[in-house]
């Protein structure tokens, strides 16, 4: 498959944007089942907590192999080994004995659950060139951002009709569709001629030359912050709908419809104004967005007239409207500041966003959402962390970066 400027073929985005639903579903579909595990096995809410952070953790660590690995070995090897082995691990979480057993079978879930979701990334800029790109990646960001709402619902719907087991039954499942349409209908998009020598040195060497390049260095801490302020109320999402709005389990749309709907809104919005208004000035305007509705959002919160529903819920969709305005700039920024080593650029950028996330559903979200303005601070000071960085950013480059034909000149020098 070549480069093309044309409109995306529809399979080959599905496919990419299943790809990426892998992570969501494997983190918010047990979100509804926290009740029933705490019940079944007497572990507290703190404890059930680290069956995000773990898998999280073991996410990050092992993102910084999956890129170098379809770097050096072709994309759909990596993608069709990890997607085989987390169907088999997903098994391994619903035989589960105890808590003990079901963490060490989440952090393999965790280990092999980026496979896709990482490599596809790299794989739209193997195929996709200029405002394509960013065309591209907001579509299959639209169709990504579904999956954190539609998530929590089936695993509802599942607890509805079974047990908490049956929801890895689901998961496995869908691994194993992924891995049928993986392997008969999605091309490789990284040729041999492409590809880097294979060798632990120059894995290492490959994701050492991201991490060190200082523009590189930016983007994916701005990228991470850029998310935090919305991931702090995913992963908070039991203790958010249960303890501080006093819903059950089958009420988790109440948060995850509004919030993923700013997302796919503000992907679809990305694409459109893709080649019409700058990346610096559509990320910038992402940003301000994003600050308005964290604002927004933290006033409701201290006020007692309007810290029920809809209020708790009403500003979040503006939150994530913003930062899906943002985010497939900042994605294929990164991308083409190493347009040889695009595995291993989405591997940095994917790793520093996990540890963040593993240590904000871990520690950050049991210690703030005690209460509805603790979340709403963390949310607005995660935005503004974001948006100094990114003006930081662009200050030091003195350049608009990312348009995808305007990042491939981008070629900083300073340090952070």
Not at 301 to 325: D, E, K, N, Y
Request: aromatic fraction near 10%.
């Amino acid at each position: 498959m070549n480069r093309s400027k044309t409109t995306p073929n529809a399979l080959f985005l599905a496919i990419l944007a299943g790809l990426g639903m892998v992570g969501p579903f494997s983190i918010d579909t047990i979100f509804p089942a926290f009740g029933s595990l705490g019940a079944e096995w007497g572990v507290s809410e703190f404890a059930l907590q680290q069956l995000v952070s773990v898998y999280l953790l073991s996410f990050a660590a092992m993102s910084l192999l999956h890129g170098p690995l379809s770097d050096a070995l072709g994309r759909r090897p990596v993608i069709i080994a990890g997607t085989i082995l987390y169907t088999l691990v997903s098994i391994g979480c619903a035989l589960s004995p105890n808590l003990t057993v079901l963490l060490v079978f989440r952090a393999l879930q965790g280990m092999t659950a980026g496979a896709g979701q990482i490599v596809s990334r790299a794989m739209v800029r193997d195929v996709y060139s200029d405002d394509q790109a960013q065309r591209t990646m907001s579509h299959i960001a639209m169709i990504f951002g579904l999956a954190p709402a539609l998530a929590p619902i089936v695993g509802g719907w599942i607890l509805g009709v079974g047990n908490w087991r049956d929801i890895f039954w689901f998961l496995a499942a869908f691994g194993l569709v992924l891995l049928v349409l993986v392997q008969f209908w999605m091309p490789e998009t990284h040729p041999s001629q492409d590809r880097t020598p294979f060798s632990v040195e120059r894995l290492t060497g490959s994701l050492l030359q991201v991490w060190r390049n200082p523009s590189g260095r930016r983007l994916a801490f701005t990228g991470m912050f850029n998310f935090a302020g919305m991931f702090l109320y995913i992963s908070s999402a039991p203790l958010f709908v249960v303890k501080l709005l006093g819903k059950g389990e089958q009420d988790f749309w109440i948060l995850f419809v509004p919030l993923i709907s700013g997302m796919v809104v503000g992907s679809w919005a990305s694409g459109q104004l893709a080649g019409r208004i700058s990346g610096r000035r559509l990320a910038t305007l992402g940003y301000v967005i994003s600050a308005v509705g964290a604002l927004t959002n933290l006033v409701l919160s201290l006020l007692p007239s309007t810290q029920g529903l809809p209020w708790a819920v009403a500003a979040l969709p503006v939150l994530s409207f913003g930062i899906a305005i943002a985010f497939p700039i900042l994605t294929l920024a990164m991308l083409d500041l190493f347009p040889t080593l695009r595995g291993a650029a989405s591997s940095v950028q994917s790793f520093v966003q996990l540890l963040a996330n593993a240590a904000i559903a871990g520690v950050l979200a049991p210690m703030l959402a005690f209460s509805l303005p603790g979340l709403a601070v963390g949310a607005l000071v995660m935005v503004a962390i974001a948006w100094s960085l990114w003006q930081w950013h662009l200050h030091v480059t003195h350049q608009e970066p990312p348009t995808t034909h305007e990042a491939a000149a981008y070629e900083p020098t300073e340090d952070m």
